[in-house]
């Protein structure tokens, strides 16, 4: 085991973004709070971690991806001898790296890293995103130390509610000050009411199809709101000639890189209720309309639910957004400056803004380091 002074770190999780970056947000955390702390993230070889996790300056480990079977198939049958082959691959880490602490943040990578850190007597700290945790942070949460969530009444046992860790671009954003350099950088008036509008970085057709129905009206119904959105990766929105679409007072991009921008752009935000995304525009008071996936488990759902009944967001279902709802309903708000106000200030008691200093200092505790 390494010095107390100088602790080494195991951190578990990836596949997708919304695992990855509360995983390097811990990370940089732990780096402020514990300079010369040894740190080794741990995915898989086809995940997003490939690329953001070295690009962010970790060194990444990765094994065998283990997907966990909800009904009987011939992956439940091979699950025994892939999930003993990750365990071993998780155990050479874990003693490459004389680990004092394992923290998971859920997905296919963490069961293998929990039962190895259980091997070996690791203490282990969880972070569960979501409002409704995961199989992974389910099972490991029967064996951790520590156990933080992003959503109060998880259900997962003697969980410690810290918020979503999250980069400082966003915890540490003045919208206010912020606003006319990032309406600058989207292409944005910097005076007119702002309504922008995402699916995430993959895009959602049913919100694309909404705002391509509704932008047949903008520029001509005197709303005096201007539309920012985010369409998606390699995705576009077309008019009745099959080109761009193209309206006064809307535009349309594939991509922002930097959602603080977004965040500080924005006088109100429609999006999909990701644990990222509920958790963080509420660390930054923006007002929301939320609009859950769909299929799943109903997590999304869940995430809003705390949001929404405090009064910092709207819900709106997935079937009932449409071109004429967003007419009817987002652009007014938008314009709505008491409203947003007052959602704004409902959202405060909600946001955290230091939950990876407080996933730091759990770490470091279960970790033995002391302040």
């Known amino acids: 085991m390494s010095e107390p002074t100088n602790p080494s ?6 596949g997708t973004a919304g695992h990855i970056s509360p995983l390097l947000a811990i990370a940089r955390a732990l780096d402020e709070a514990q300079p010369g702390v040894s740190i080794v993230a741990v995915g898989t070889a086809a995940g997003m971690e490939t690329r953001m996790v070295p690009e962010a300056g970790y060194r990444l480990e990765t094994i065998e991806r283990v997907p966990m079977p909800r009904r009987p198939s011939i992956d439940l049958i091979k699950l025994p001898v892939r999930l003993l082959r990750a365990v071993r691959q998780a155990l050479r880490i874990i003693d490459a790296a004389s680990a ?43 064996i951790a130390k520590t156990v933080a969530v992003a959503f109060r009444g998880t259900g997962l046992p003697d969980e410690q509610w ?13 919208r206010t000050s912020a606003r006319a350099a990032a309406r600058e950088r989207l292409g944005l008036d910097p005076q007119l009411p702002t309504l922008i509008v995402t699916g995430g970085s993959s895009g959602a057709a049913s919100i694309n199809r909404a705002v391509a129905e509704a932008a047949a009206g903008f520029g001509t119904d005197g709303s005096g709101v201007q539309v920012l959105h985010i369409t998606g990766r390699d995705k576009q929105v077309t008019g009745p000639d099959g080109r761009l679409l193209t309206r006064p007072g809307y535009r349309q991009i594939e991509f922002v890189d930097g959602m603080e921008n977004v965040y500080a752009a924005a006088d109100l935000l429609l999006a999909r209720a990701g644990a990222a995304t509920v958790c963080e525009v509420a ?45 009817a309903e987002a652009l007014p708000l938008t314009r709505d400056t008491a409203r947003l106000a007052r959602m704004s200030a409902a959202a405060a008691p909600l946001g955290v803004r230091d939950a990876d200093a407080r996933m730091a200092g759990l770490i470091l505790d279960a970790a033995g380091v002391r302040p």
Do not use: C
């Not at 810290?162 to 003045?174: A, F, H, N, Y």
């Open 162 to 174: 810290v918020g979503m860790p999250m980069r400082k671009e966003i915890s540490t954003l003045d």
């Open 283 to 327: 660390a930054v008071g923006l007002p929301a309309i939320l609009v859950p996936l769909p299929h799943g488990n109903g997590e999304q759902r869940r995430n809003a639910a705390e949001l929404v009944a405090a009064g910092g967001a709207v819900l709106v279902e997935d079937a009932r957004l449409s071109g004429s709802w967003l007419t």
């Open 9 to 14: 770190v195991v951190l578990a999780g990836g």
């Open 100 to 142: 004092d602490v394992v923290v998971g943040v859920g997905g296919y990578v963490s069961t293998p890293l929990y039962l190895a850190a259980w091997l070996r007597r690791v203490p282990v700290v969880i972070h569960e995103a979501n409002a409704r945790p995961g199989l992974a942070n389910r099972l490991g949460s029967r």
